[in-house]
T-cell receptor
Framework: EAGVAQSPRYKIIEKRQSVAFWCNPISGHATLYWYQQILGQGPKLLIQFQNNGVVDDSQLPKDRFSAERLKGVDSTLKIQPAKLEDSAVYLC???????????FGQGTRLTVV | QKEVEQNSGPLSVPEGAIASLNCTYSDRGSQSFFWYRQYSGKSPELIMFIYSNGDKEDGRFTAQLNKASQYVSLLIRDSQPSDSATYLCAADNFNKFYFGSGTKLNVKP
């Protein structure tokens, strides 16, 4: 069974530029999560989708971050404009449904300079 | 208040010893609890999950849940140097999946 796929693996951008990350969850998984993990900290939930609907986006900085999950499968997370403090690893995870174990992709390491 | 709290460590144990990792959660509505292991520079990987009060064993790992005390723990028996990693506790709170900040475990040969 293929795992959660993310791209790109690494990205370096200048502050005020925009960037987008892509995630393809495990086939059949209805729930998709985007997490931000700053070095030395635990993953912070940014947004959670159930199929193509948003369950929770309370910690998503909506003035600069946006995410979508069209057709309830792939998802993209966008940052525009980026700030230095956005430097982190962005992790995508999926689960069969809410309340079950989540599986993570390899993450995208973003560096904002 | 953070939904899930963990001691950041590091927790150091000698090889072969039992490592005990602890986690508390704030919301009594949390139903499911998960332990993940994260090696430096890697993504979290699931070790085990627990839904019911009591103990759940899987190989060298035992998860313990006490809903009355809002407490979850992970015991690692016969600790190996390869167990050295950060251990993340996660709680499913009304279908929202929150992580603690993790406990760094060092197993010394």
């Amino acid at each position: 069974e293929a795992g959660v796929a993310q791209s790109p693996r690494y990205k370096i951008i200048e502050k005020r530029q925009s960037v987008a990350f892509w995630c393809n969850p495990i086939s059949g998984h209805a729930t998709l999560y985007w997490y931000q993990q700053i070095l030395g900290q635990g993953p912070k939930l940014l947004i959670q989708f159930q199929n193509n609907g948003v369950v929770d986006d309370s910690q998503l900085p909506k003035d600069r971050f946006s995410a979508e999950r069209l057709k309830g499968v792939d998802s993209t997370l966008k940052i525009q404009p980026a700030k230095l403090e956005d430097s982190a690893v962005y992790l995508c995870a999926s689960s069969l449904r809410a309340n079950t174990e989540a599986f993570f992709g390899q993450g995208t390491r973003l560096t904002v300079v | 208040q953070k939904e899930v709290e963990q001691n950041s460590g590091p927790l150091s144990v000698p090889e072969g010893a039992i490592a005990s990792l602890n986690c508390t959660y704030s919301d009594r509505g949390s139903q499911s609890f998960f332990w993940y292991r994260q090696y430096s520079g890697k993504s979290p990987e699931l070790i085990m999950f627990i839904y019911s009060n009591g103990d759940k064993e899987d190989g060298r790992f035992t998860a313990q849940l006490n809903k009355a005390s809002q407490y979850v723990s992970l015991l690692i028996r016969d600790s190996q140097p390869s167990d050295s990693a950060t251990y993340l506790c996660a709680a499913d709170n009304f279908n929202k999946f929150y992580f603690g900040s993790g406990t760094k475990l060092n197993v010394k040969p």
